[in-house]
Structure formats: structure tokens, C-alpha cells
């Protein structure tokens, strides 16, 4: 009986951390990830007896975290349980606002600034235990501050490039602020290379795809263009494939339709990692994983925060989180004097949108 419980308690354990690993790439985790993977690690090596890997976060700027690894000999595996092992829930009463961007740096690429191919803002509301996510398209034309207007996906880079207090996700922030009228208390940061190899290591995901898509100019990661093609109907992505389905513009919404699309990506991985088969070759891959973290994310969250909200996230079911897009019914398109197609906002509109998902 104290064997099976002791072999449930751990499968359901790992299986209900690592299920908020995703999250932790495009949502708030980030520590969460790495937290779940050593834990679950200790655990195991505890019973063999094996010393552990300890996860070190560093940063030489107060604002950002990294993740290394050090091998540790010294420190004895801790005894494992529900109360001592995981973090304490966040106990916070306020609601919680973190912006995720995904940046177009490719695989070994170094520049001063990334502009955003992808822009949502996540909400968490630690009272009523619902969460949610606002995707804000990349052509919107707004106001970022000390730059005058301009597309929104420039905000992270103009704040890299020209070293503004805090880099380019504290310009970001402020810029969505304005926009959306609510604080924006933190950012997670991630390149392409985390989220293809995400997917891969959790085996591809499924989703529906709601209408054949064909570019025929779909950018490359050496700049020039391919092929990009997909039929209607439930299919399984790898990374590479997954990436290029949710950055394809070339369908009747454009950005619009995109913005849909990375939410569907990133609620089929949370419903892939529902599988403990997956969850454990996430264990399984830890070193590597946590390479890929360290590489491809930054965040200005504390670890003890993180680790908090990630507890708080594995308690919030899928029915409460509710998504939105701000699309074509939220915007207008125009010209500007220099020949630029964008999007301005329907200031309105969006305040009856994000009285919907904040209050």
C-alpha cells in the first residue's frame, strides 16, 4: 500500500507540474519549468541516493533572470512531500498581469533589439482562481513612449536597441499599459528556437486547423522565403511546422488570424502534457531542457514569484481561462503619411473587451 501510494503520489506529482510547462514557455512560468523538472529530479535521486542537480538563478541585471546549472555534491536530497516540497501558492489578493512576447531572433542570431512577432498579455486573478489571455496584434498602431506612434511590435525593440531603463520588455510593458488601460507587472521574453524545440520534445501537438493555408512566401530562417502549406482539418505538428502555423500571415485576417493561432498551438501543448507519458520524457530530457530555457528565455520575475503563480497555475482549470484577440472587430485600418499599412485601435471597443477578461 505505501509502495502504490508512494508510485501514484509521484507520476501525479510530476504529471501536474510539468503540465504547466508550457505555460512556462508562454505564459508565466518560466521558473515554474525548472522548478517542476528539479523537483521532480530530487525526488528521483533521492530514492537511488544520487546527489542532485541544483537550478541557479543569476542575473547581473536586477531586472531579468537566467537559468544555469551547477552540479552540486554537498547538498543532501531534501525528503519530499505535498507541504515541504512545493512552493507556497501565491497568496497575493490583487490580480497578477504578465506580458509575453515572442521575439524573431533566430537560431544564433545577436542584434541590439528584436521586434515582437508576438504580443499577449496574460491575466491572473488569484481570488477567483480564472486566468486569461489577450492577444494584441503586431501591426497596431500606437503610441510608444518617447518614440511617437508607431507599430507596437517596435516597442521591445526601440527599448533594447537604444538601452532604455529596463531594456526592451520595460518599454513594451508601458506601451501595452497605455493601450489597454491596465498595469502590466511583468514580461516573459522567448525566441523561436524555445518554442520549436518545446514542441518537439513533447512530441508534436494536435490541432484542428480551421481552413486550408497556403504561403508561398513564408520567411525563412536564413531571410529568404519558402513554401508554407497545411490542409483544413485536426493535424500533428512538429515544432518547425507548429511555428510556421502560428506565424503565417497569409490568410484572410492576417496578423488577426495568427493571434488565433498561437493560442490554439499553446492550449495543445497544455492538453498534450495531460499525457504522463509526455510529462515524464519531459523529466527524462531535463539537462537539455534546461538549457533551452536558460538560451532561449528572459523574465523580470523573482523566482519565489514564479514559483508561487506556478502552484497557483496548476490549480486553474482550462474552463476558466477565457481567450480573446483584438482583430478586426476591435480596429480600423489605415494609411499613415509614410505609406504604412497598420491598425488603430477602437479605443471603446477595447475597454468593453478588457473589462471582459480583467475585471
Known amino acids: 500500500m505505501l509502495v502504490f501510494y508512494t508510485q501514484e503520489f509521484s507520476v501525479n506529482w510530476i504529471k501536474s507540474k510539468l503540465l504547466w510547462l508550457c505555460v512556462g514557455i508562454f505564459f508565466v512560468s518560466v521558473g515554474l519549468s525548472v522548478y517542476a523538472y528539479n523537483a521532480a529530479y530530487r525526488y528521483v535521486l533521492s530514492l537511488a541516493n544520487i546527489p542532485p542537480v541544483v537550478e541557479i538563478f543569476e542575473s547581473n541585471n536586477p531586472s531579468a533572470t537566467k537559468v544555469v546549472s551547477a552540479i552540486s555534491s554537498q547538498e543532501p536530497a531534501p525528503s519530499l512531500s505535498p507541504e515541504n516540497d512545493l512552493p507556497k501558492a501565491w497568496d497575493g489578493k490583487e490580480r497578477i498581469n504578465i506580458l509575453l512576447m515572442g521575439i524573431d531572433q533566430r537560431q544564433g542570431e545577436v542584434e541590439r533589439g528584436y521586434r515582437t512577432d508576438t504580443m499577449i498579455l496574460i491575466t491572473i486573478d488569484p ?154 520524457s519531459l523529466f527524462a530530457a531535463g539537462p537539455d531542457l534546461l538549457a533551452d530555457l536558460s538560451a532561449s528565455i528572459k523574465t523580470d520575475m523573482p523566482l519565489s514569484m514564479i514559483q508561487q503563480l506556478g502552484r497557483l497555475g496548476m490549480t486553474i482549470d482550462r474552463a476558466n481561462i477565457k481567450s480573446a484577440v483584438i482583430d478586426q472587430n476591435y480596429t480600423e485600418p489605415i494609411t499613415t503619411a509614410e505609406g504604412q499599412q497598420v491598425e488603430i485601435a477602437n479605443r471603446a471597443r477595447i475597454v468593453e473587451l478588457r473589462t471582459s477578461l480583467f475585471r
Not at 130 to 154: E, H, K, T
Not at 202 to 210: K, S
Request: aromatic residues 10%; charged residues 25%; hydrophobic residues 35%.
Open 127 to 280: 481570488v477567483s482562481g480564472q486566468a486569461g489571455m489577450l492577444s494584441i496584434p503586431r501591426d497596431l498602431w500606437v503610441p510608444i513612449p518617447g518614440y511617437g506612434n508607431n507599430r507596437i511590435n517596435l516597442a521591445n525593440y526601440y527599448g533594447d536597441a537604444d538601452d532604455y531603463p529596463g531594456g526592451g520588455a520595460a518599454l513594451a510593458k508601458k506601451t501595452v499599459e497605455q493601450l489597454i488601460g491596465v498595469r502590466v507587472h511583468h514580461a516573459v521574453r522567448v525566441n523561436f528556437t524555445a518554442f520549436e524545440n518545446f514542441i518537439d520534445r513533447i512530441g508534436g501537438v494536435t490541432v484542428d486547423v480551421p481552413e486550408d493555408i497556403y504561403d508561398p512566401k513564408y520567411p525563412t530562417n536564413n531571410y529568404g522565403i519558402e513554401v508554407f502549406s497545411i490542409k483544413k482539418g485536426k493535424q500533428t505538428l512538429d515544432g518547425t511546422t507548429a511555428l510556421k502555423y502560428a506565424r503565417t500571415r497569409n490568410t484572410k485576417f492576417g496578423d488577426f488570424d495568427r493571434a488565433k493561432r498561437q493560442q490554439q498551438v499553446i492550449l495543445a501543448a497544455q492538453e498534450k502534457l495531460k499525457d504522463v507519458r509526455v510529462a515524464m
